[in-house]
């Protein structure tokens, strides 16, 4: 038995890799420089960034905003979500997919998610529907697309409004269509782990030309200067109208160039990706110790997380152990997700522990290995000989 790392010997890296790294090249910084030689912001390429994600996605209209919690607001309050509104959602994802909700000042209900694809369930999302149910929050966790078709029909027969959480699956597929032209609104964050970035940045796609309208308008203050959408139209040349409340949720001009130049590369991170999925699932299909994420076949996945999530029941450690070993071996792992109602805030709204199982259960057994674009075939192979010789040291 060789010796672990945790216990003294050699660790299976000399340098840490985490969980996840953005990728920066010559071209991107070429294309934030050019762009600060221009507007700064709302200018120019903004709107060609929007252009660009309507192109990939499909859908009609895109709005980019500062933050993909950014775009989740201005989602939900495009959707009319409000006071006295319940919004489903999946406790298996970053809090903002709930804390959406309570901006609003509606309620976030917690659907269970799937006990192997790990996406919100829809048969816990219907027995979470009430009168009170404005809209969903479903989230593409780890990029795989959730059952849209499914959850849309749900959706239609009792008047909701779709919200996909896709910060984990720009560029994926359903059935062949891109994630952000299917929901009603879909949302995207281009924060620096995700798979394309920003530095932080966001955006909101729809079909819809009246949730479009809305959306501009929540994303800067509410402030319109189109006289067909003023109360009080004047001629005065300065004049514009706050119509409604809304926020400053823009992004500037060169996180766009940023992103747009980052856009160019997705088509190659994604396949690296992939790549990655495919090399850890070979090498931890025939493991029984470890549970492999299971494919959602309507799914054409551009993968943002790699799940590695261990029986508990096959092993003599805690995850916490088997999560610091990793980490002694300079492989530093990350846990997505605590389940969102678990923290202490939503303890405080009255929230309980035991609302969501199989949630739950994915928590304590779950961690993240690293995936991102720039890792290279020796450092996914540590990753593999790490987690079999931690796995060879404390199964039963
Ligand atoms: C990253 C993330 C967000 C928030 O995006 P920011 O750009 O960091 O505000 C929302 N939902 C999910 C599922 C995310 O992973």
Redesign the pocket.
Known sequence: MEKLAILGGEPVRKTPIGYGRHYIDDSDIQAVCDALRGELTCGPKIAEMEKAICALTGAKYCVAVS??????HIAAMAAGVGPGDEVITTPI??A??ANCALYCGAKPVFADIHPDTYNIDPKSIRRCITPKTKAIVA?D?TGQAVQLDEIRSICEKHHLILIE?A??SFGTRYKGTPVGGIADLT?F???P??TVTAG???AVTTNDPVLYEKLLLYRSHGITRDRSLMIHPTDDPWYNEQRDLGYNYRITDFQAALLISQMKKLERFAARRRAIVAKYNEAFSQIPQIQIQKEIPESDTTR?LYILRLHGNLLNCTRREFFDALCAENIRPQVHYLPVYWHSYYERLGYQKGLCPNAEAYYKESMSLPLYYSLTDEDVEDVIHAVKKLIAYYKK
């Open positions: 933050s993909g919690t950014a775009a989740l994802t970053f903002a997919s989230v966790f959480d910060a984990h949302t964050s281009f924060h782990v995700k932080e940045g966001g943002h």
